[in-house]
T-cell receptor, first 114, second 113 residues
């Protein structure tokens, strides 16, 4: 079991550029979540998938953010026209649909927008 | 409006003693509560959880207590070890299809040798 992996681990980009992050969940997990964490705060929910269906999106997720999970395996999170306020740690988590919401997190992607 | 609150930003305890980390919540629809531990530059690591139908769950040195009437939970670590030094997050979910986690701001635990 390799756990949840995320790539890249760090991304520095200039304001206005587009960025894409990838998450590979634990292989048998059918649920996949994206969270964002800023300094001094706990992770904040962005969106989640059950298999390939995107079931919920947070109000935090502006139109510049889009997430996909084709074929219910890995997921990508794209941010278009990045802003300095997008600088944060982007965390991916996965879980089984068991009624117990134990989510297992990846190491995160640190985004810095200059 | 913060639905999960960890009001103490930090806690320092002596090695071998008990660490008690507290968490309060406001949303009575929360059905499941979890504690995560986080080291710098890593993602949160799941520690222990408790369903709203229980008032205690124990796993080795870690015990979580839930007081539904007070909307309060706590994590007890006994005995505390220097390797326990990390940021601890309390989280809650509504269960079922409402499985997203709502986190507190975290508490930094320092265990002194």
């Amino acid at each position: 079991d390799t756990g949840v992996s995320q790539n890249p681990r760090h991304k520095i980009t200039k304001r206005g550029q587009n960025v894409t992050f990838r998450c590979d969940p634990i292989s048998e997990h059918n649920r996949l979540y994206w969270y964002r964490q800023t300094l001094g705060q706990g992770p904040e929910f962005l969106t989640y998938f059950q298999n390939e269906a995107q079931l919920e999106k947070s109000r935090l997720l502006s139109d510049r953010f889009s997430a996909e999970r084709p074929k219910g395996s890995f997921s990508t999170l794209e941010i278009q026209r990045t802003e300095q306020g997008d600088s944060a740690m982007y965390l991916c988590a996965s879980s089984l649909e068991t009624g117990r919401d134990e989510q297992y997190f990846g190491p995160g992607t640190r985004l810095t927008v200059t | 409006d913060q639905q999960v609150k960890q009001n103490s930003p930090s806690l320092s305890v002596q090695e071998g003693r008990i660490s008690i980390l507290n968490c309060d919540y406001t949303n009575s629809m929360f059905d499941y509560f979890l504690w995560y531990k986080k080291y710098p530059a890593e993602g949160p690591t799941f520690l222990i959880s408790i369903s709203s139908i229980k008032d205690k769950n124990e796993d080795g040195r870690f015990t979580v207590f839930l007081n539904k009437s007070a909307k309060h939970l706590s994590l007890h670590i006994v005995p505390s070890q220097p390797g326990d030094s990390a940021v601890y997050f309390c989280a809650a979910s509504g269960g079922g299809a409402n499985s997203k986690l709502t986190f507190g701001k975290g508490i930094t635990l320092s265990v002194r040798p």
